[in-house]
């Protein structure tokens, strides 16, 4: 069982360019979210889903597109990176939405843009 | 939306000490109330949590403790070891989909 897996684990891109990170969970869970972490911040939502076909925004959307065909893939784009978008990111899933219930986290993704 | 709030930000305590971290929420529809552990280059990882029909939770050395009518809930740890040296966050759930909203942090150093 390995839970939530994130890749790649580090990733250093140009300001500009494109790319997607990957997230994937094998615990059937309907929901899934992704988080940035930035020092003195805790983590902030950007996107999540309560199940597959449906996504939402969270408190900082922009800059990122997410969609998820399968409930077990929860990919996360970023349409051109900016310095700002330097940052971990986490990518985490839960069993339940009405009654929330533990939510399990990937080991992270850090990606510096430059 | 929901707006976490925790203290202190760094907390350095001897081993065998207590640790008291605390935190406040502004949305009073929210009903569940989780810890995490952040160890360096991890994930969070949940420790404990509690739900608003609840006012204490202990396991072994940890507890939580929830005020509603303050909107205020609070972690403790008792004869704290090295290895709870790591970064802690605690969180409310929040909108229609009980989305985590997660406070800023405290990393706390247990002192051998």
């Known amino acids: 069982n390995a839970g939530v897996t994130q890749t790649p684990k580090f990733q250093v891109l140009k300001t500009g360019q494109s790319m997607t990170l990957q997230c994937a969970q094998d615990?059937?869970?309907?929901?899934m979210s992704w988080y940035r972490q930035d020092p003195g911040m805790g983590l902030r939502l950007i996107h999540y889903?309560?199940?597959?076909?449906?996504?939402d925004q969270g408190e900082v959307p922009n800059g990122y597109n997410v969609s998820r065909s399968t409930t077990e893939d929860f990919p996360l784009r970023l349409l051109s990176a900016a310095p700002s978008q330097t940052s971990v990111y986490f990518c985490?899933?839960?069993?339940?939405?009405?009654?929330?219930?533990?939510?399990?986290f990937g080991q992270g993704t850090r990606l510096t843009v430059v | 939306g929901e707006n976490v709030e925790q203290h202190p930000s760094t907390l350095s305590v001897q081993e065998g000490d207590s640790a008291v971290i605390k935190c406040t929420y502004s949305?009073?529809?929210?009903?569940?109330f989780p810890w995490y552990k952040q160890e360096l280059g991890k994930g969070p990882q949940l420790i404990i949590d509690?739900?608003?029909?609840?006012g204490e939770k202990k396991d072994q050395r940890i507890a939580v403790t929830l005020n509603k009518t303050a909107k205020h809930f609070s972690l403790h740890i008792t004869e704290t070891q090295p290895e709870d040296s790591a970064v802690y966050f605690c969180a409310a759930t929040s909108g229609s989909a009980r989305q985590l909203t997660f406070g800023s942090g405290t990393q706390l150093t247990v002192l051998p």
């Open positions: 985490a899933s839960r069993r339940g939405i009405r009654q929330p219930t533990e939510a399990f």
């Open positions: 889903s309560v199940g597959a076909g449906i996504t």
């Open positions: 949305d009073s529809a929210s009903n569940y």
């Open positions: 509690i739900r608003s029909n609840v």
């Open positions: 615990m059937n869970h309907e929901y």
